[in-house]
């Protein structure tokens, strides 16, 4: 997945407006989120709407779903992180990221693997 094939995604043309619309269509245990997708590629850029404040901690992982690895960026507009892939189906990928996102947004600091060994 090597989002530097993807044409830039103007994070500015998401509007609160945009962002609420959104909220309607997406599964209720996920974050909202728009989907920009480049046209003739595979490759979709979904940018969430997280709580300010939080953008930098909830990009500063990884979040694994439906068999692969996502990274974020901190968007340009302000309660937003966005992830670019290659994906056949980006809406439920972007669902299952959001699922994962919402599970953060609770618990935006969990233990490492290191902290939940037992010895």
Do not use: W
């Not at 909830?58 to 966005?82: D, H, K, M, W, Y």
């Amino acid at each position: 997945m090597d989002p530097s094939n993807a044409p830039p995604i103007n994070h500015h043309s998401v509007t609160q407006a945009t962002t609420a619309t959104l909220a309607a269509e997406v599964a209720p245990d996920t974050v909202p989120y728009h989907l920009v997708s480049a046209e003739g590629h595979n490759m979709h850029t979904a940018i969430f709407s997280v709580p300010v404040g939080l953008e930098a901690v909830l990009a500063s992982n990884l979040v694994n779903a439906r068999g692969s690895s996502f990274e974020f960026v901190v968007g340009s507009a302000p309660g937003t992180i966005s992830s670019t892939f290659n994906s056949s189906d980006p809406k439920a990928t972007a669902d299952a990221i959001g699922v994962r996102l919402k599970a953060r947004i609770r618990d935006p600091s969990p233990p490492g693997a290191e902290e939940c060994t037992i010895m």
